[in-house]
């Protein structure tokens, strides 16, 4: 199975948010798409999901920024790609229709491995695939874009 590109960049931004040292930090969407050579558009568009489901608090305004609004441990990786991703069914037997659909075997052997493949994600957390923040951070581009502390 392989994730959409918007639960792959929800998932890199909220790995980039935990693996900062202050997670009282504000960002603006404009660090995210420098460092990850995205548009600002889709970015924008997943910061305010990810801030609906309350992975991110969002501040508006000229000081404005978002930062994780939960710790890292918090969220279950199962749950965040559950919530992101449109569908999890591997494939589609009606767009153009299979004729198998019937009598097909593999579409329980499918939704097996969907199963084990969320099991597994059910077990991790975003502190998990972040406990190694300061190798990731180093894999980083230095970013001209200046970030907000909060007072």
Known sequence: MQLTRYTDYGTR???YLAAQPKRETLFRIAEVTDVFE??????AKIIHHLGKLGYIQTIRGKSG???????PS?????????ELEP???PVNCSEPYCRFTPACSLKGILARAVDAYMAVL?????????????????????TSIAILELS
Do not use: W
């Open 74 to 82: 918090e969220i279950n990786l199962g749950k965040l790609v559950g």
């Open 38 to 43: 995205l548009s600002s558009n889709h970015v």
């Open 65 to 71: 920024g978002f930062k994780l609004a939960v710790h």
């Open 87 to 89: 569908s999890l069914a």
């Open 13 to 15: 931004i909220l790995m």
């Open 122 to 142: 059910n077990e991790c957390t975003l502190a998990d695939i972040v406990n190694n923040a300061d190798e990731l951070l180093k894999t980083l581009p230095d």
